[in-house]
């Protein structure tokens, strides 16, 4: 392998905010024990960054720090929950975006408002999404293209899994389906690799969801991977062409996870817990444990993080409204 002056660059700089961080967050005593939220099961790509985020903040942010996996709702009740908890640093809800950019578009009565009941400390990581079929769909299709045909030959069958109702995911399947016409029926499940799960064994015909979390079932030979959401090619499923490439405009999706704190948090506070994350995101281990799950590991500061949910509430809204989904529907 080849390194590059930009590799060294680019290492050196990880290794310094590391350790500049590490020395912010150790300037007051850790905590006795810190818990990172997350509103998904253990094995998927949300709980993937928490468990290895969670394992360099101790000791010196946290002596023991340990993954709550808060799961239903579609990541809804890990937020909800969160409202209440102590807002001195020893708990960090981590939660994509869809949570909280999209949600309060598609339901009448949220139990939480993300404007006002989490603080932003830090982006955590970014990814694209994946679409792929399992055996339930014949082994001949191997596209986006290929797929809408068979969909419209075998209506009844013309379905997709992903890990929550109202999610990107979710849209994006959608979108998938009417870009050619066909209404493909969204089941949603608690979290992408029990949709996944379920695909492998035949019970559904496709699953869309971050792309990470399909690597090791398409590497198995379990499933094919039709299609990746980036604006390019995804480092992680280098020959598998984007929806772009396969003549779907506009379809060009991505999201990322970020780390909060309770409403009431102080600036100390936020500012210690952003210097933590962003050490620890930084960690050479923490970024190759991301990647094998298809995640790209990014840090910000908190007005940054509150900048791109912004952006991403913005874009969403009309897209929401366009499809007609809402938590009745």
């Not at 009740?77 to 908890?85: G, L, M, Y």
């Not at 939660?95 to 139990?111: A, C, D, F, R, V």
């Not at 035949?202 to 499933?223: D, L, M, N």
């Not at 908190?302 to 929401?320: H, I, Q």
Request: net charge positive.
């Amino acid at each position: 392998m080849t390194v590059t002056r930009r590799d060294t660059l680019t290492a050196s700089a990880a290794a310094l905010l590391s350790g500049w961080g590490r020395a912010f967050a150790q300037a007051a005593p850790p905590f006795d024990t810190v818990k990172v939220v997350t509103g998904f099961p253990p094995g998927g790509t949300s709980d993937t960054i928490c468990r290895r985020v969670a394992s360099k903040l101790a000791p010196g942010y946290g002596k023991s720090v340990v993954v709550e996996n808060r799961v239903g709702a579609g990541g809804q009740i890990a937020v909800q929950s969160f409202k209440s908890a102590p807002a001195d640093g020893t708990s960090i809800l981590q939660t994509p975006m869809s949570m909280l950019g999209i949600y309060p578009h598609i339901y009448k009565k949220l139990q939480y408002d993300p404007a006002t009941d989490v603080t932003p400390v830090s982006l955590g990581a970014t990814f694209d999404f994946g679409f792929a079929a399992g055996p339930a769909v014949p082994a001949s299709v191997r596209n986006i293209p290929e797929f809408l045909d068979w969909c419209k030959a075998n209506p009844n069958q013309a379905n997709f899994g992903s890990p929550g109702a109202g999610a990107v995911p979710h849209f994006i399947g959608v979108l998938i389906g009417r870009s050619a016409g066909i209404d493909l029926k969204h089941v949603p499940y608690r979290g992408t690799q029990p949709a996944i799960l379920e695909m492998i064994g035949g019970q559904i015909q496709a699953v869309s969801g971050p792309v990470g979390e399909f690597i090791q079932h398409v590497a198995a030979g379990k499933c094919r991977l039709l299609a990746t959401t980036g604006a390019v090619r995804s480092k992680f499923a280098p020959s598998v062409p984007t929806l772009l490439e396969q003549g779907l405009k506009d379809m060009a999706f991505n999201e990322w996870f970020g780390f909060y704190l309770p409403a009431k948090a102080s600036p100390e506070v936020v500012q210690r817990a952003n210097a933590a994350l962003r050490a620890a995101l930084a960690e050479r281990e923490v970024i190759e444990g991301l990647e094998t799950m298809g995640l790209e590991s990014k840090s910000s500061t908190p007005a940054e993080l509150a900048a791109m949910l912004k952006a991403d509430t913005e874009r969403w809204g009309p897209v929401v409204k366009a499809i007609g989904f809402t938590a009745d529907s």
